[in-house]
């Protein structure tokens, strides 16, 4: 379902005292990730942020996957083994706070833990 038409790119940046230095510029087709017509005005303050949809999950996995492998890329450049280990040990919990499908590709979020200034944090803590 790939158009091409409806690109953003996102800041997206690490909320992590290991990995607090990695951002990442993301461009992301809007268009690959559209929620069924029934979910598409759901709350985007934080409201029903709790309840994660089918799309909102592939969504942050896409992304959470993105800046996994940019940390990994830059590890690796650096040989860094030991923290590639520690990446190894919690890229499982990567994960985004305070957001729908639509506030991520909106900016729409002002929740805890959410985006600030139009970054949005992907957290590894919790």
Not at 4 to 27: A, E, P
Not at 43 to 68: Q, Y
Request: aromatic letters at 6%; one cysteine or more; glycine letters at 4%.
């Amino acid at each position: 379902m790939n158009t091409g038409n409806n690109t953003i790119t996102l800041d997206l940046r690490v909320s992590c005292s290991i990995f607090w230095k990695y951002q990442l510029m993301l461009k992301v087709n809007c268009d690959d990730f559209v929620e069924p017509s029934s979910n598409s005005h759901s709350h985007i303050n934080g409201e029903d942020c709790n309840s994660k949809t089918p799309v909102f999950s592939r969504l942050e996995r896409h992304l959470c996957d993105a800046m996994i492998a940019h940390i990994h890329e830059d590890l690796a450049i650096n040989n860094d083994e030991e923290k590639i280990q520690q990446l190894c040990e919690i890229s499982n919990k990567f994960h985004i706070h305070g957001h729908t499908t639509r506030s991520l590709l909106q900016f729409q979020s002002n929740a805890p833990h959410a985006d600030h200034g139009g970054c949005i944090y992907i957290c590894t803590h919790c």
